[in-house]
């Protein structure tokens, strides 16, 4: 199963590319299905989550190949609109297949995703987007079984700006006959990403990462190119964890617009910061200092994603730091593990309250989900001694190889 072995007390110094972003080439693979032909995904993250995915295009009559950097989907030949339950189950946010097994095969059938560590994973409002362009979908036996032998385009709007379901009505109003509107949209990078690899590939959509998204549905398709974009939260990450161990690294291939919360967050903290172009230098030393309670919100607010590594960046900090996580209803599990090092943590409800302490002590500790997991890992290398971290699947679902670019910036990690 693995674990990590990671010796504290080193800074950090050097230069690294960030991966591809995990929260966009997933929706972007359940895309591909739209064309009876060949995509090409450059910059495309190793990740377990891929894996999965990749695993549900072969089921539905996929070819899927790696060419270097690039995964290589070839959509022709798709014979199923079905998802096994096994299928299902490696991967949460595989609900994200289903507008798109509808506008290609007019018809799905996937078991309901079930709750992840984050807590429950409803879908309601995916499921209402789709029966509002024309879905027939009943939901007994814990299977989703859809009908929409006619998808038609108008305007939707969903009561809250979800990720995922702004993503399952844009793959699902492709299908649709005529123009549909999505109101309330969510404004997220990721979704102008796979804006863009949509209309690479023929679609006709506008306005993502802005709260109304436009869909020309039924356009003529083509094979297409894209380069998935960076990592925001990889490279959150990486920035969280100079901040904890000190040091100077910089971050290149990445946007810093998409997360200029995390950044504004670490310099109220003390941390020296220069962003440009394509790269984000980040430089720590001595202890940082509490900053203004940090609530998680929909783009462009702070990430639910980056909150946990934020919190055990901020573990040694001078001062009181209050964390709101708005977003999951369970999102504190790290919190257990962070305090057998010390951390004083106290969590009431959606409010985590972390007072900076002097020292960290490594501990062993068990990942508990994928951000909670690269949470552990940031806080080990602040830490005085040893820290061993099981269960570290859970991080391999969303970093390529978390180990290896710790080790290039100069911390002690090992796999074993
Ligand atoms: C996406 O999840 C991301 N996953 C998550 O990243 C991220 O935390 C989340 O967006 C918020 O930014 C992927 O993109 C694969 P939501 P998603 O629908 O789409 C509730 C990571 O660590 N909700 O915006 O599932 C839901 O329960 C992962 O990379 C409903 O109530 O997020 C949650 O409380 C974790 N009904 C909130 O909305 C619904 O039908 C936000 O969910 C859908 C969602």
New binding site residues.
């Given amino acids: 199963m693995g674990e990590f072995y990671i010796e504290g007390g080193r800074p950090l110094d050097g230069s690294l590319r960030v991966q591809g972003a ?2 966009s080439v ?2 972007i693979l359940a895309a591909t299905i739209l064309h009876r032909g060949t995509s090409v995904l450059k910059n495309c993250p190793r990740l377990r ?1 891929v894996e999965a995915s990749t695993e549900i295009l072969r089921h539905l009559g996929c070819r899927c190949r790696w060419e270097g950097d690039a995964l290589v989907v070839d959509a022709a030949g798709v014979d199923r609109w079905d998802v096994p339950d096994r299928l299902m189950r490696s991967m ?2 595989s609900v ?1 297949f289903l507008g798109a097994i509808l506008s290609r095969c007019g018809r799905a059938e996937l078991s309901m995703p079930g709750g992840c560590e ?11 987007a789709l029966r509002r362009l024309g879905a027939v979908i009943d939901e007994g036996g814990g299977r989703l079984r859809c009908e929409a032998p006619e998808l038609v385009g108008r305007e939707l709007t969903l009561s ?6 702004t ?1 399952n009505s844009i793959l699902a109003a492709c299908g649709c006959e005529g123009t549909t509107v999505i109101l309330n949209a ?1 404004r ?1 990078p ?1 979704i102008a990403d796979l804006q863009r690899f949509l209309n690479a590939m023929g679609q006709r959509v506008r306005g993502a990462g802005t709260s109304t998204v436009t869909v020309e549905g039924r356009r003529p398709t083509r094979d297409a190119v894209h380069t998935v974009m960076p990592d925001r ?1 990889v490279a959150a990450t990486y920035l969280a964890a100079a901040a904890a161990a000190g040091g100077d690294v910089e971050l290149q291939g990445v946007d810093y617009r998409h997360l200029s919360t995390v950044t504004a967050a670490l310099h109220e903290a003390g941390c020296q910061i220069h962003s440009g172009g394509d790269s984000i230098r980040i430089r720590s030393q001595g202890r940082l200092r509490g900053i203004r309670p940090v609530r998680t919100a ?2 462009p607010g702070f ?3 980056a909150q946990a590594v934020l919190m055990a960046a901020l573990l040694r900090s001078r001062g009181v730091t209050v964390f709101v996580e708005n ?3 369970s999102r504190y599990r790290h919190v257990d593990e962070l305090t057998r090092m010390g951390a004083d943590i106290r969590v009431e409800g959606r409010v985590a309250v972390v007072c900076g302490v002097d020292r960290l002590q490594g501990a062993e500790m068990a990942c508990t ?3 909670g997991g690269a949470a552990l890992a940031v806080a080990a290398l602040s830490a005085e001694g040893e820290s061993r971290l099981t269960a570290i699947h859970h991080i391999k679902r ?1 970093y390529e190889d978390l180990a290896r670019d710790l080790r290039l910036l100069g911390a002690q990690v090992e796999e074993r």
């Fill in positions: 995990k929260n997933l929706p989550d949460r946010s994200i984050l807590g429950p994973r409803p879908i309601d409002l995916h499921l209402a809250m700006p979800s990720v995922g379901a993503e969510a997220e990721e939260i929909p783009y990430p639910t994603d977003i999951f209803d989900d994928l951000r969303g």
